[in-house]
């Protein structure tokens, strides 16, 4: 909606300007304000809590956005970086390749999932009894 665009603008102004924390007030005032605009909220709510390093509040915000509009890659790319920050590697996966099954072209999804297969190439089997 109109209304929920300026709200989202405006919100989007602080964080240009470097202010995550009044971003993130206004994206929670545009989810009151306009609540069927919430999916798109999340999402950018979610990329403001990463600024902030409030990584589990990105990790819940970026799954309510994946809930909301499943259809859409970059929300299941962004909630599997968030998974990859807090540790959630298999989960972080799964998310990536979800996002390439919606869009092959997702870059992003591609360099994340790429990071997170590295990773697990590279991690030491533990021994066998």
């Known amino acids: 909606s109109s209304k929920a665009r300026r709200l989202f603008e405006k919100a989007m102004h602080f964080a240009e300007l470097g202010n995550h924390h009044a971003a993130i007030a ?8 306009c609540p069927g605009d919430a999916a798109y909220a999340h999402n950018l709510l979610g990329l403001e809590y990463i600024e ?9 915000s970026f799954a ?4 909301l509009m499943p259809h859409e890659s970059s929300n299941h790319s ?3 970086l968030s ?3 807090v540790g959630e ?5 799964q998310e990536e390749r ?3 099954q919606l869009d092959k072209s ?15 190439r590279n991690q030491p089997t533990e021994a066998k009894p």
Request: net charge positive.
């Open 106 to 120: 997702n870059d992003k999804a591609k360099l994340i999932l790429e990071a997170l297969l590295v990773r697990k």
């Open 26 to 33: 206004n994206l929670r005032d545009a989810m009151v304000k």
């Open 52 to 60: 902030v390093q409030q990584y589990a509040d990105a990790k819940t």
């Open 89 to 93: 590697w298999d989960s972080a996966e």
């Open 83 to 85: 998974l990859a920050i």
């Open 78 to 80: 962004n909630l599997g």
């Open 98 to 100: 979800k996002a390439l």
């Open 64 to 67: 309510e956005a994946a809930r």
